[in-house]
Nanobody, 121 residues
Framework: QVQLVESGGGLVQPGGSLKLSCAAS????????MGWYRQAPGKQRELVAT???????YYVDSVKGRFTISRDNAKNTLYLQMNSLKAEDSAVYYC???????????????WGQGTQVTVSA
């Protein structure tokens, strides 16, 4: 199987920065699109950013110009650089990846357990 582990979350002041990481491990053949989602208490999970294996990126309007998604394919790792953080960015951030595993010809979606980001003075 596959495991995605997020790290880098924490408590920061408004205007501060954090960099999240998501490391994929397991019987991986290939990883296609990867993305970051977030979920605040009482809110639905929302898409924050995605990146294809060829580095084509998408950002939700609320984070454009502040967040940068990137990936290191050699390390099977996804990143999210978050700058100029606002209180409304506070949420649990989840990593998602479309992965083909050994013994299968299909890409399947996998989720990490999430990492907490809290922006507060």
């Amino acid at each position: 199987q596959v495991q995605l582990v997020e790290s880098g979350g924490g408590l920061v002041q408004p205007g501060g920065s954090l960099k999240l990481s998501c490391a994929a491990s397991g019987t991986i053949v290939s990883i296609d699109t990867m993305g970051w989602y977030r979920q605040a208490p009482g809110k639905q999970r929302e898409l924050v950013a995605t990146i294809t294996k060829r580095d084509n990126t998408y950002y939700v309007d609320s984070v454009k110009g502040r967040f940068t998604i990137s990936r290191d394919n050699a390390k099977n790792t996804l990143y999210l650089q978050m700058n100029s953080l606002k209180a409304e960015d506070s949420a649990v951030y989840y990593c998602n990846a479309d992965i083909m595993v050994v013994g299968d010809f299909r890409y399947k979606g996998f989720w990490g357990q999430g990492t907490q980001v809290t922006v507060s003075a």
